[in-house]
């Protein structure tokens, strides 16, 4: 993506933070595994929005005011140490006088899906959270617990001790339409509770925000006026049904120029559903690394030059791409029916579905088409981990594109470091492990033969933003 080099653009959280001093209670983090908890009673609507009938609309009052009052202000507080430079002597003598603890305080929004008091928001509204309070529309207010998150989608799923709330009809994300009119709801620079109405700009986007944890991005994009503050607010259609949980903007001054993003109900909704039961987000895994396909490439393979989809470049041994019989070459355009047109499409929506269903994949071979049954393994026990925790593929003319990768870079790109993973302080998804035990690797099984040389502590040469460095590591 290109943008005028005359100024910086940034893309930014809506989310608005300050800074205070002061203490507070801690919120209870149960984002771990626990036993399974009956989902929300939310209401859905999945009828597209063009079945509506009328004429002009002369006022969208009455579809607004029943979702203003299921849309909250979210103030969280966390509580941070910090250093604070000293004379190393004096330091010395007094070790505890270099530390002082400030409160960082922060405002954003939710929205209310069900009338036991499910809220759904950012996870980068409530992360590091000590304290956590809801206001509501009535000006009622409520502690309020985090039930789960999840920082790849940026879905954050807290609850208050209520009842008889006021709360949103889900619509069917997957049916609404560049056009459709939108209104986003929330509390954007602590103003108070506000309105913005706009359109479907674009959907399905992928912007980057979430790459450097190996995130998952879908977005709608809309031109509904999104601020700081706004985030985790509604995104509604003009039935008053919520298509969207408001994420981040594209600005270059933290302000609303009309490039606001929107997580799809569809896809926030099932990640509050695994939260909610589980505590945590059990997502499916193929076990394959693949790159858009091109006119030259489908030419190559014997396909037509039209053909839209991505090809497989590499499989993981002992995946369930490698048990269902999938090989390289192999050109995947569809997955249960839907037309896949980019590499990230298919990482989100086979990581969408439940470990162990079955997933029909339509592919070519050897200029047929034909279709592959493929049971679905889990993505948190994944067999492509280099080492415990960190996930690498092979490096991909996609991957180089998207992540504007040196062309003369070669290696592993790092896809993901589990939040538990003992080397998350060493190693970042978006790197590329050059070398181990100063030995050229370029997929798994080479990587693995040159981590035989010091098996106990590994030296690696790491491309990252630009620069190469060493890491040493005891795997």
């Known amino acids: 993506m290109k943008f005028c080099p005359s100024f910086r653009v940034l893309l930014v959280f809506a989310c608005t933070a300050a800074v205070s001093f002061g203490a507070g209670a801690p919120v209870r983090d149960n984002s771990r595994k626990r036993p399974a908890t009956q989902r929300p009673a939310v209401k859905v609507d999945s009828s597209p929005i063009g079945e509506a009938k009328g004429g002009v609309v002369l006022s969208y009052a009455d579809v607004v005011e029943p979702v203003q009052k299921a849309v909250v202000s979210i103030y969280s507080t966390k509580h941070v140490r910090e250093q604070i430079q000293a004379n190393p002597l004096f330091r010395q003598l007094f070790p505890n006088a270099g530390e002082r ?93 506000t309105v913005t109405m706009g359109i479907v700009s674009a959907k399905g986007r992928s912007v980057g925000i979430l790459g450097d944890i190996g995130g998952y991005e879908d977005f709608i994009q809309t031109d509904a006026a999104i601020n700081m503050g706004n985030s985790g607010g509604a995104l509604v259609d003009a039935r008053g049904r919520l298509v969207g949980v408001n994420s981040a903007i594209l600005s270059p001054s933290r302000g609303n120029i009309g490039i606001g993003f929107a997580i799809p109900i569809n896809l926030a909704s099932s990640i509050m559903n695994s939260l909610v039961e589980t505590g945590t987000v059990a997502r499916g895994y193929l076990g394959v690394a693949t790159e858009l396909i091109t006119p030259d490439i489908a030419e190559q393979l014997g396909v037509p030059k039209d053909t839209r989809g991505v090809v497989i470049a590499d499989i993981i041994p002992n995946t369930a791409a490698d048990k269902a019989g999938l090989k390289r070459t192999d050109v995947i355009v569809t997955i249960n029916d839907h037309a896949i047109t980019a590499v990230d499409e298919l990482r989100l929506l086979i990581a969408q579905m439940t470990p162990g269903s079955v997933a029909r994949l339509g592919v070519i071979r050897d200029g047929e088409n034909r279709t592959v049954s493929v049971t679905l393994d889990e993505a948190s026990d994944r067999p492509d981990d280099l080492f415990t925790g960190v996930t690498v593929k092979a490096l991909t003319t996609e991957d180089r594109r998207r992540l504007s990768i040196d062309a003369r870079v070669t290696g592993l790109l790092i896809t993901d470091v589990a939040e538990d993973s003992p080397f998350r302080s060493q190693l970042a998804p978006g790197a590329v492990i050059m070398e181990i035990n100063r030995t050229a690797v370029t997929d798994l099984p080479s990587a693995k033969e040159a981590m035989l040389l010091q098996p106990n502590r590994a030296l690696l040469a790491i491309y990252f933003r630009g620069a190469v460095r060493f890491v040493v590591i005891a795997p």
């Open 101 to 193: 603890e400030r409160t960082e305080e922060g405002l954003g929004s939710g929205v209310i899906v069900s009338a036991d008091g499910y809220i759904l928001t950012n996870n980068h509204v409530v992360e590091g959270a000590d304290e956590l309070k809801v206001s509501l529309s009535d000006d009622r207010e409520f502690v309020a617990r985090i039930i789960g998150t999840d920082p790849k989608t940026d879905v954050a799923v807290i609850r208050i001790e209520a009842d008889k709330l006021p709360f949103v009809t889900l619509a069917d994300s997957d049916k609404i339409r560049v056009g459709d009119v939108v209104f986003a709801v929330g509390n954007p620079l602590g103003v108070g509770q």
